[in-house]
Nanobody
Framework: VQLQASGGGLVQAGGSLRLSCDVS????????MGWFRQSPGREHEIVARISWDRGVTLYAKFVKDRFTISRDNAKNTMYLRMNNLEPEDTAVYYCAASRTPSAYFVGQYEYWGQGTQVTVSS
């Protein structure tokens, strides 16, 4: 499975961004897809995940209903819509894929995209 993340950028606090992750290779119905982020000095942390076949979602608590994860089966693309961004959301965002059902931890994701930088100014 190959993943290509895009859509990051610089935005003011309160603004919005939509990240995209183009996915290729493999039977995607067998995968759980996730968005992770890493800010300087911190470990990777999960932002949200979605099961490709049924679209079941899970969000980290810090998302606070601001973000929405989705996928477009026809385009083999996963999205992360981020609204009401805060400076604390500044990080490199990664998309990842796992064959483990309900995968949550970084080590459970076998395939990773290259990351896209999100910077939120105050």
């Amino acid at each position: 499975v190959q993943l290509q993340a895009s859509g990051g950028g610089l935005v003011q606090a309160g603004g919005s961004l939509r990240l995209s992750c183009d996915v290729s290779g493999g039977d995607l119905d067998r995968y759980v897809m996730g968005w992770f982020r890493q800010s300087p000095g911190r470990e990777h942390e999960i932002v949200a995940r979605i099961s490709w076949d049924r679209g079941v979602t899970l969000y980290a608590k810090f998302v606070k209903d601001r973000f929405t994860i989705s996928r477009d089966n026809a385009k083999n693309t996963m999205y992360l819509r981020m609204n009401n961004l805060e400076p604390e959301d500044t990080a490199v965002y990664y998309c990842a894929a796992s064959r483990t059902p309900s995968a949550y931890f970084v080590g459970q994701y076998e395939y990773w995209g290259q990351g896209t930088q999100v910077t939120v100014s105050s």
